[in-house]
T-cell receptor, first 114, second 116 residues
């Protein structure tokens, strides 16, 4: 069966420090991968998505970047965190192509920038 | 313009009663999928139910059913016989079918509280 792992679960980082959040998927190949951010009490904002290795699309100009070095690995990074980067970050995957499959989410990372 | 609209920021329901959470969507794509997710306080997003734009019948999954009214572009979630464990945020989402990576777009969510 397919599983998705996201870590760390919580993170407190000072302003100006770098960030690296990692997400890996098991049990499937060539998944579509997504990074979402959820501000407190808000919906999910799509940050990045990827349909293949090295293929990253950004939905919103950010202080963040994403990379997909392997088929089932998706990394969210920042060189210098801002206070506004605080939030709940969720990684998700879905089946490749245009099928009607749902997106499956990781457990999320609660990031607090201080 | 928002593609997914959830107009109820909060809902309250008595245990064992049914509750309907509203969702309207906006798309010109004839092929799309509609989803509902539950997010408990732990933060994980739990998939509940899916409805395809070409599906003739409303989707059902246990106590969850999706009231799909295509002409009105609404996809309301009905939870029958509410349980205390149903207290959570609920998100409606849509994936459009053509020309792209079929990215899920989410509404702002509805907070459901089930009273004993």
């Amino acid at each position: 069966s397919q599983t998705i792992h996201q870590w760390p679960a919580t993170l407190v980082q000072p302003v100006g420090s770098p960030l690296s959040l990692e997400c890996t998927v098991e049990g499937t190949s060539n998944p579509n991968l997504y990074w979402y951010r959820q501000a407190a009490g808000r919906g999910l904002q799509l940050l990045f998505y990827s349909v293949g290795i090295g293929q990253i699309s950004s939905e919103v100009p950010q202080n963040l970047s994403a990379s997909r070095p392997q088929d089932r690995q998706f990394i969210l990074s920042s060189k210098k965190l801002l206070l506004s980067d605080s939030g709940f970050y969720l990684c998700a995957w879905s089946g490749a192509g245009t099928g009607g499959t749902e997106a499956f989410f990781g457990q999320g990372t609660r990031l607090t920038v201080v | 313009a928002q593609k997914i609209t959830q107009t109820q920021p909060g809902m309250f329901v008595q245990e064992k009663e049914a509750v309907t959470l509203d969702c309207t969507y906006d798309t010109s794509d004839p092929s799309y999928g509609l989803f509902w997710y539950k997010q408990p306080s732990s933060g994980e997003m739990i998939f509940l139910i899916y409805q395809g734009s070409y599906d003739q019948q409303n989707a059902t999954e246990g106590r969850y059913s999706l009231n799909f009214q295509k002409a009105r572009k609404s996809a309301n979630l009905v939870i029958s016989a509410s349980q205390l464990g149903d207290s959570a945020m609920y998100f409606c989402a849509m994936r459009e079918g053509s020309g792209g990576s079929y990215i899920p777009t989410f509404g702002r969510g509805t907070s459901l509280i089930v009273h004993p």
